[in-house]
C-alpha cells in the first residue's frame, strides 16, 4: 500500500463537496500566489457536479486559472455525454467564468489509435501527455491524460461516492489489478481520497 494515500470520508455527499471545494480552491489561489497561475485537471462524469457548484463561487481570480479535463469520452461538446459541456455549464459558470479552459476533444472521428494504450498510459516514464483510451464496454472512444502527467502535480484528489466505489478503492489499495491502483501505488505524489457514502 502506498503510504502517501490519506483517505477523508464525510457523513454526506453535500460536506464532501464544501469541503473538497474549499480545498481547490486554497489549492488553486496558494498556487496563483506562488507562480501566478494554477491549473485545475477534472474528472467528468456525474460525481464532482456538486463540487463544481460550490467551486464556481469561489473567490480566487480565475483569470489566472486554466481548467482541463484529466479525461474525455471522444464526443463533440453538443453530446450530453460530453465531459467538456459538463464542466462548461456547472463549473464556469459565476465566478469562475473568468477561468480558461482547455478542452480535450478536437474535431477529428477518432482518437488517434495506439498499441496498448492502458499499459502506455499507466506507464510512469512515459513521454505522452494525453493519450486514446478504448475500453470494453465505454461506449465511445476516450481520451485521457497519461499517468505521468496526472501525477505532475502539486496536489491529487480522488473524489469518490457510494459503497461500491469504496469497496473498489479498497480492492485497488490492496493490489488488485484496477487502472486506479497505478495511482494509488506510484509513490511520488500525494493522494488525497474524499468519499461519501
Same mark, same amino acid.
Request: net charge negative.
Given at each position: ?28 489561489? %496558494? ?9 485545475? %485537471? ?15 463561487? %469561489? ?48 474535431? %477529428? ?35 485521457? &491524460? ?22 473498489? &478503492? ?28
Amino acid at each position: 500500500m502506498n503510504a502517501n494515500v490519506r483517505e477523508h470520508n464525510f457523513e454526506d455527499r453535500l460536506s464532501l463537496a464544501d469541503a473538497l471545494a474549499h480545498r481547490l480552491a486554497a489549492d488553486l489561489a %496558494a498556487g496563483i500566489a506562488e507562480r501566478g497561475r494554477a491549473v485545475l %485537471a477534472v474528472s467528468g462524469g456525474s460525481t464532482p457536479k456538486t463540487v463544481f457548484a460550490v467551486l464556481a463561487r %469561489a473567490t480566487i481570480d480565475w483569470s489566472k486559472v486554466t481548467v482541463t479535463l484529466v479525461d474525455e469520452r471522444w464526443v463533440p461538446e453538443s453530446d450530453e455525454r460530453s465531459n467538456a459541456r459538463m464542466v462548461r455549464n456547472l463549473l464556469l459558470k459565476q465566478n469562475a467564468e473568468a477561468a480558461t479552459f482547455v478542452p480535450l476533444y478536437v474535431d %477529428a472521428p477518432t482518437p488517434e489509435e495506439g498499441l496498448d494504450r492502458l499499459a502506455e498510459a499507466l506507464d510512469l516514464t512515459g513521454k505522452a501527455s494525453v493519450l486514446p483510451m478504448r475500453a470494453d464496454g465505454a461506449g465511445e472512444p476516450r481520451i485521457t &491524460l497519461s499517468l505521468p502527467r496526472l501525477l505532475d502535480t502539486r496536489a491529487l484528489y480522488l473524489h469518490i461516492e457510494g459503497e461500491d466505489k469504496k469497496a473498489v &478503492l479498497a480492492r485497488a489499495l490492496a493490489g488488485g489489478e484496477y487502472p486506479i491502483g497505478a495511482v494509488l501505488r506510484q509513490d511520488g505524489t500525494d493522494v488525497q481520497v474524499y468519499w461519501a457514502p
